[in-house]
């Protein structure tokens, strides 16, 4: 797509400009946009110097750099966000890439392109996705950027089907690793096992959070970004006391250690506990208040999520709350059932397991 008077300034943006001469001799650059619009623009400007007429362009304000918008987006994260410290992490390579670039060279198919670069699972993707558009739509807001190019990137499709946690026997591996390596941290464990805290919101809670009256934690910020409330079971009570008595002089309840990194890996490689990390503690708290027969609304409001959408992948571990549901039905209606009756043999084949139609 080379023609004369027509360039990008920066090389594979799919941002044009175009060069030409204005009715007095002057040579003028004009950023435009695609390369059929360049071409266009280029026409024009032509006819209008060879008709004596002065172009009027646009004083082009020049966007703030990458760099200062996503010191801002940094900033906000600090003040807003749990996961502060992950953006912080995350946008060390958005720099590289974009550094003191102007917010505004930079397009979709560029971003499309370094994504592609990365052997990246589609969550991490969507992470850097988000970590982009929230950097943008702050750039926007505060008049640095004009437009805001991760919103044409496509999100991709999480895998979220496969669900891990852990099985009694398996629980009885790890404690005992635990209680021989790392016996200070097992009331850690049990926390999580029965509050079903994120792994960022437990490692950040702190003494003053804690109703022991109430047997409440509350998590001022948690990940959609508003104030709950967790109540506590009595073992989670109970490891919560333990954890004051081992950590009394700390405001942290954990005691200030950022995550369980330093033990949590070792104790599950120790138990053979095969592709389990600490996430896999919630979905273990989950699945057993589910197979405990509590309904998917309760354990939505206990996990706090903000939709039954990924509760309901734990619903398989209870199938009977469904068929309740059904038979609940069935005595409220009874007048629409069928006025057939089954012989006897078709109804001991039924009540004996048998197949009837062969």
């Known amino acids: 797509m080379n023609q004369r008077g027509i360039f990008e300034k920066v090389p594979g943006s799919g941002v044009y400009w175009i060069r030409f001469a204005d009715t007095i001799g002057g040579i003028r650059r004009e950023k435009v946009g695609t390369f059929e619009e360049a071409k266009a623009r280029l026409t024009l400007r032509k006819q209008e110097a060879k008709l004596g007429i002065q172009p009027r362009l646009s004083r082009q304000r020049r966007s703030a750099s990458f760099r200062k918008i996503a010191e801002?987006?940094?900033?906000?994260?600090?003040?807003?966000?749990?996961s502060a410290r992950s953006d912080h992490v995350r946008m060390e390579k958005?720099?590289?890439?974009?550094?003191?670039r102007g917010s505004d060279s930079i397009t979709p198919q560029e971003i499309e392109r370094r994504f592609l670069t990365e052997k990246w699972a589609a969550a991490t993707r969507n992470r850097y996705r988000a970590l982009l558009s929230l950097t943008y739509r702050l750039a926007i807001r505060s008049g640095k950027a004009k437009e805001n190019p991760a919103r044409l990137?496509?999100?991709?499709?999480?895998?979220?089907?496969?669900?891990?946690?852990?099985?009694?026997?398996?629980?009885?591996?790890?404690?005992?690793v635990i209680r021989v390596k790392f016996p200070e941290h097992e009331s850690e464990?049990?926390?999580?096992?029965?509050?079903?805290?994120?792994?960022?919101?437990?490692?950040?809670?702190?003494?003053?959070?804690?109703?022991?009256?109430r047997r409440i934690?509350?998590?001022?910020?948690?990940?959609?970004g508003k104030t709950s409330h967790v109540p506590l079971n009595a073992a989670a009570f109970q490891a919560l006391l333990i954890l004051r008595q081992?950590?009394?002089?700390?405001?942290?309840?954990?005691?200030?250690?950022?995550?369980?990194?330093?033990?949590?890996?070792?104790?599950?490689?120790?138990?053979?506990?095969?592709?389990?990390?600490w996430h896999c503690l919630r979905h273990t708290f989950a699945s057993r208040l589910v197979m405990s027969g509590a309904d998917l609304r309760t354990v939505a409001e206990l996990?706090?999520?903000?939709?039954?959408?990924?509760?309901?992948?734990y619903a398989h571990l209870a199938?009977?709350?469904?068929?309740?549901?059904?038979?609940r039905m069935a005595i409220s209606f009874p007048d629409s059932k069928t006025s057939t009756k089954l012989t006897p043999a078709i109804k001991d084949q039924f009540e004996s397991g048998e197949q009837v139609i062969q």
């Open 246 to 277: 081992q950590h009394r002089n700390s405001e942290l309840v954990c005691g200030g250690a950022r995550s369980p990194r330093s033990w949590f890996e070792a104790a599950v490689k120790g138990a053979s506990v095969d592709g389990f990390t």
């Open 72 to 82: 801002d987006a940094l900033a906000y994260a600090d003040e807003h966000k749990r």
């Open 94 to 100: 958005l720099l590289e890439w974009f550094g003191d």
């Open 217 to 224: 934690l509350t998590i001022l910020l948690d990940k959609g």
């Open 153 to 176: 990137v496509q999100h991709k499709t999480e895998n979220n089907c496969r669900l891990r946690f852990l099985s009694p026997k398996e629980e009885q591996k790890l404690r005992e």
């Open 189 to 213: 464990l049990d926390l999580a096992l029965h509050s079903g805290l994120r792994q960022g919101e437990q490692y950040a809670a702190r003494w003053v959070d804690v109703d022991f009256k």
């Open 303 to 313: 996990l706090r999520d903000k939709t039954l959408a990924m509760v309901m992948r």
């Open 319 to 327: 199938p009977d709350y469904k068929l309740a549901a059904l038979e």
